[in-house]
């Protein structure tokens, strides 16, 4: 798994409305000029990086196979609840998402 490189000076900030991102859908947002992807999965949210960290591909646009997300550029594919990329040099960073008064919130 790969969190945020320094999880200790994360903060919690409100990514979008939990209503935002129905079951199946996605949405790209901007936190302090880093771009994060929020999937929906079985009406689970996960937040990730939403950059490739291999080639720099838009992961937003990645097909998305159950929890694995495959990047548009070079098809590598990572799991959006560990950020593993079956044993490659480079895991997808994942952001801590929960659920606080109808709000997505992440430790960024």
């Not at 903060?11 to 771009?35: C, F, S, T």
């Not at 937040?47 to 490739?52: E, F, K, T």
């Amino acid at each position: 798994m790969s969190e945020s490189p320094d999880a200790a000076a994360s903060q919690p900030v409100v990514l979008a409305d939990a209503d935002d991102i129905q079951e199946g859908g996605r949405k790209e947002v901007v936190v302090e000029n880093r771009k994060i992807a929020i999937f929906n999965v079985d009406g689970q949210c996960y937040a990730v990086n939403a950059i490739c960290p291999h080639r720099g591909g838009p992961l937003i646009r990645g097909t998305l196979d159950g929890y694995r997300l495959r990047c548009p550029i070079h098809g590598w594919a990572f799991d959006i609840r560990t950020g593993d990329s079956n044993g490659r040099p480079h895991d997808l960073e994942i952001f801590p998402l929960r659920c606080e008064n109808g709000r997505l919130v992440a430790e960024v």
